[in-house]
């Protein structure tokens, strides 16, 4: 398993690999994937031999969900069998935890 370092938040090292849920914004279905690489704020994905929806296109604005992280960002490129997505915001889930702890 790769490990790199992660651009976003805190910079801790995380491992390519990670399963994630991705969906068209503002209320498409989640889609299962799997994160292959990681270059700046690139985050390249597999789609784990599924079909997306016609409208997953390049352009389009997405969420990417992994169990400590969540992502938002822009579809930059569209392959067969993945996808890139240019990060815009990052949010780390005991972050997001913690807001709702204090707020909720």
């Not at 390249?44 to 929806?53: A, E, G, M, N, T």
């Not at 930059?76 to 707020?103: F, M, N, P």
Request: hydrophobic share 40%; proline share 4%; aromatic share 8%.
């Amino acid at each position: 398993m790769h490990l790199g370092m992660c651009p976003y938040g805190s910079g801790k090292a995380v491992a390519c690999g990670t399963i994630i849920k991705f969906r068209l914004l503002p209320d498409g279905e989640f889609c299962d994937g799997v994160e292959v690489a990681r270059n700046g704020d690139v985050l390249d994905i597999d789609f784990r031999d599924q079909s997306l929806p016609a409208d997953f296109h390049v352009g389009a604005p997405v969420e990417l969900q992994s169990d400590s992280e969540v992502y938002l960002g822009i579809l930059q490129e569209r392959r067969t069998a993945g996808a890139s997505i240019l990060v815009e915001h990052y949010l780390d889930r005991c972050q997001i935890k913690w807001i709702d702890d204090v707020w909720g």
